[in-house]
């Protein structure tokens, strides 16, 4: 069995990340060439959108996985808030600038189908404008937690955002069923086969499993850094720290 709470530990943590983020990294690219070879080399042409369609590769994935995050960063704290363990906050920490990212590559990439598509850049459509206000979330989370001297202080501040602002998660993913929008709906649904091409869903899987992978490898590389920053005066930490010829400025 696993020791789930074994790993709660900051120390015991740390060991197992070493461990399993170069794998994801690795993993992660190597998805990623196998789904945009098939997305840009193989799968067909689409019918209405033409050459311009294949953007989703990266467009939709990153659009999941900024949702994904998000909860991913209410779960973690909302553990803190009720066990008060100190790795659930770094852990919403440390997801909220891939988080971020995804956000920003996901409206990126979205303003590059819309103007072919749309004929404009940008509109203040439902589903676009909550992805928005969920990249701000993220930012204000950052901006919020990094201004507190206190890393108490700002690990609650910054899980009070976190839990108040994943509200808007549902929001984005059922906006184009609440109100009429531009943005087209789920391709992909738990409740009907898909009406894209083999090829075309096979590299948009390799993609998001990519971007997952992604995403596990550089949060664990981004806890084991905050780990050392607040471990700093650990005895464990000093111990590894000596026992690693690099790492020696942390003991």
Same mark, same amino acid.
């Given at each position: 069995?696993?020791?789930?709470?074994?790993? *709660?530990?900051?120390?015991?943590?740390?060991?197992?990340? +070493?461990?399993?983020?170069?794998?994801?990294?690795?993993?992660?690219?190597?998805?990623?060439?196998?789904?945009? /070879?098939?997305?840009?080399?193989?799968?067909?042409?689409?019918?209405?959108?033409?050459?311009?369609?294949?953007?989703?590769?990266?467009?939709?994935?990153?659009? /999941?996985?900024?949702?994904?995050?998000?909860?991913?960063?209410?779960?973690?704290?909302?553990?803190?808030?009720?066990?008060?363990?100190?790795?659930? *906050?770094?852990?919403?920490?440390?997801?909220?600038?891939?988080?971020?990212?995804?956000?920003?590559?996901?409206?990126?990439?979205?303003?590059?189908?819309? &103007?072919?598509?749309?004929?404009?850049?940008?509109?203040?459509?439902? !589903?676009?404008?909550?992805?928005?206000?969920?990249?701000?979330?993220?930012?204000?989370?950052?901006?919020?937690?990094?201004?507190?001297?206190?890393?108490?202080?700002?690990?609650? *501040?910054?899980?009070?955002?976190?839990?108040?602002?994943?509200?808007?998660?549902?929001?984005?993913?059922?906006?184009? &069923?609440?109100?009429?929008?531009?943005?087209?709906?789920?391709?992909?649904?738990?409740?009907? *086969?898909?009406?894209?091409?083999?090829?075309?869903?096979?590299?948009?899987?390799?993609?998001? @499993?990519?971007?997952?992978?992604?995403?596990?490898?550089?949060?664990?590389?981004?806890? !084991?850094?905050?780990?050392?920053?607040?471990?700093?005066?650990?005895?464990?930490?000093?111990?590894? +720290? @000596?026992?690693?010829?690099?790492?020696?400025?942390?003991?």
């Amino acid at each position: 069995m696993i020791r789930w709470f074994h790993f *709660a530990a900051p120390q015991n943590f740390f060991a197992l990340s +070493a461990k399993l983020w170069p794998a994801c990294i690795v993993l992660a690219t190597l998805l990623a060439v196998a789904g945009l /070879w098939i997305g840009l080399g193989v799968a067909p042409v689409d019918a209405q959108q033409g050459e311009g369609y294949r953007i989703i590769f990266v467009h939709v994935p990153a659009s /999941w996985m900024s949702m994904v995050i998000y909860v991913a960063m209410a779960f973690w704290s909302f553990v803190g808030l009720v066990f008060h363990t100190r790795l659930s *906050a770094l852990m919403t920490r440390a997801l909220a600038p891939t988080g971020a990212v995804f956000a920003f590559l996901s409206l990126w990439t979205g303003a590059f189908w819309g &103007k072919p598509m749309w004929g404009t850049w940008w509109v203040w459509d439902a !589903r676009l404008t909550s992805e928005l206000i969920l990249f701000f979330l993220y930012l204000g989370f950052i901006a919020l937690t990094s201004a507190i001297d206190d890393p108490k202080r700002g690990d609650k *501040a910054g899980a009070l955002i976190a839990l108040v602002g994943s509200i808007n998660v549902p929001i984005i993913y059922f906006s184009v &069923k609440w109100w009429n929008t531009l943005h087209q709906g789920a391709t992909i649904t738990m409740t009907e *086969a898909p009406s894209m091409a083999h090829a075309m869903l096979l590299a948009m899987l390799l993609m998001a @499993l990519s971007f997952w992978a992604y995403a596990i490898g550089i949060v664990l590389l981004r806890v !084991r850094r905050l780990i050392v920053e607040r471990e700093r005066q650990s005895q464990w930490l000093r111990e590894w +720290a @000596l026992s690693t010829p690099q790492t020696k400025e942390y003991a």
